[in-house]
């Protein structure tokens, strides 16, 4: 099961952007995802008239390693670990660990 997932409201723990909140946009690979508004680099594009494309510099987001961010804690207002635990009935859900508060109840 994924800590992490498409949707999650993220804390950067590390590099540039540390201390920035944004929401995952998605999932690249297992070790990657794309959070949004963060880590964003300047890209010089070439113009390319047949795909209708005007060059320029542009501002991209590029993906981060899932383990420079931690998922955010309403609650605590901070970025914080999470794990997996099996319910009574079966289902997978995962829980802060600092409080043991369910993330998706």
Known sequence: MNKIRKGDEVVV???????????VVRRVDDERVLVEG???VKKHVRPNPLKGEVGGIVEKELPI??????LFNPASQKGE?????????GR??????????????
Do not use: P
């Open 38 to 40: 963060v880590n964003l």
């Open 65 to 70: 390693h899932i383990s420079n961010v931690a």
């Open 92 to 105: 997978k859900v995962r829980f802060f660990k600092s409080n043991g508060e369910l993330v998706d109840a």
């Open 13 to 23: 723990l590390a590099g540039k952007d540390r201390g920035r909140r944004g929401v």
């Open 81 to 89: 670990r999470v794990g997996v635990r099996t319910l009574e009935d």
